[in-house]
């Protein structure tokens, strides 16, 4: 997932190599997100965030989890194929309310559940300087485009200025944001495979790309 703080500052809650982090975000800042790292957004009144996630394969899985008190310990869990969280949470929510673990704080002895993750996050922070100052090379054509997070993730994300992109054809969900007030034009062909994309002077966009096929193994 890609975190990207557009007014205020978030707090973004992970377990990390088995212990709790509260990660930052600031206004400006982005943050990508591995998979498999569980993680709980805090957000507050009067701030806006983006957060940007790639369609689910049909064999990926997506997992909502209580811990006992404030340790790592879980203790109830349920996996379901993520197509709509906003309905699917839903029922999840009421399932662990109903339960003899919410009852007792104690996991359930019959169910195996997962542990906790072991993965450690290093740097994926973009700060709102850095952030600036690539809009501000693309902009003035000190750069055509910019790769900001790409080489170990299944998420691409570049920053554009002016220029043309030739009937470009990629297997994966393309977002693209218009950050700065200057038109750019998107031709696609009737079932959207193949795109050209021509952006005008002073156009400044970014263009995030996720493509499953660059999923790292567990």
């Known amino acids: 997932q890609l975190f990207y703080q557009v007014k205020g500052d978030m707090c973004l809650k992970i377990i990390e190599n088995g212990k709790q982090r509260d990660i930052v975000i600031q206004e400006g800042e982005m943050f990508l997100l591995p ?130 992109t030739e009937k470009s054809k990629k297997n994966s969900d393309i977002w693209i944001w218009q950050l700065v007030c200057a038109s750019s034009h998107l031709l696609t062909n009737e079932f959207m495979f193949q795109y050209c994309w021509k952006r005008t002077e002073e156009c400044v966009a970014l263009c995030i790309a996720q493509d499953p096929k660059r999923k790292q193994p567990y």
Do not use: M
């Open 35 to 164: 998979a498999r790292i569980p993680h709980s957004p805090q957000r507050y009144a009067n701030t806006v965030g983006l957060v940007i996630e790639r369609e689910r394969l049909k064999t990926e899985i997506d997992g909502l989890r209580y811990y006992v008190g404030e340790s790592t310990n879980v203790l109830f869990e349920k996996w379901f194929h993520c197509e709509d969280l906003g309905t699917q949470l839903i029922p999840i929510i009421q399932e662990f309310f109903n339960s003899r673990q919410y009852q007792t704080g104690k996991p359930n002895p019959a169910e195996v559940l997962s542990g906790s993750s072991l993965r450690v996050i290093s740097s994926l922070f973009i700060s709102r300087n850095q952030y600036e100052n690539t809009k501000r090379n693309v902009n003035f054509n000190v750069c055509k485009n910019n790769t900001i997070f790409y080489e170990y993730f299944s998420v691409k994300i570049e920053s554009y200025g002016p220029g043309t």
